[in-house]
Nanobody, 122 residues
Framework: VQLVESGGGLVQPGGSLRLSCAAS????????IGWFRQAPGKEREGVSFIGNSDGHTYYADSVKGRSTIDRGEADNTVYLQMNSLEPEDTAIYYCAAGSTLNTLVSRQGLIWGRGTQVIVSS
């Protein structure tokens, strides 16, 4: 499977973005999907995950309550809706596919996209 992220851009604090992770090659339903982000000078961190079998979701404390991850219907895409954006959300956002949620946590054997840049600034 190949992953392509989109939807990033420049947004003012308090604004919203909807990031997309589009897949080609195989159905995304077969994979657990995670959104990660990496800010300049910082390590890559997990932001939100969605399971493949039960649809279980996970959100990092930093985005909990203002982000929603979901699978598009019949478009082989996973979305991350982010609201009330803060300058601290500025980062490159990557999606990754793994066989299970545990692989997203361990980051073992993941398939990565190339990322989309999000800049939150006034």
């Amino acid at each position: 499977v190949q992953l392509v992220e989109s939807g990033g851009g420049l947004v003012q604090p308090g604004g919203s973005l909807r990031l997309s992770c589009a897949a080609s090659g195989r159905p995304l339903d077969n994979y657990a999907i995670g959104w990660f982000r990496q800010a300049p000078g910082k390590e890559r961190e997990g932001v939100s995950f969605i399971g493949n079998s039960d649809g279980h979701t996970y959100y990092a404390d930093s985005v909990k309550g203002r982000s929603t991850i979901d699978r598009g219907e019949a478009d082989n895409t996973v979305y991350l809706q982010m609201n009330s954006l803060e300058p601290e959300d500025t980062a490159i956002y990557y999606c990754a596919a793994g066989s299970t949620l545990n692989t997203l946590v361990s980051r073992q054997g993941l398939i990565w996209g190339r990322g989309t840049q999000v800049i939150v600034s006034s």
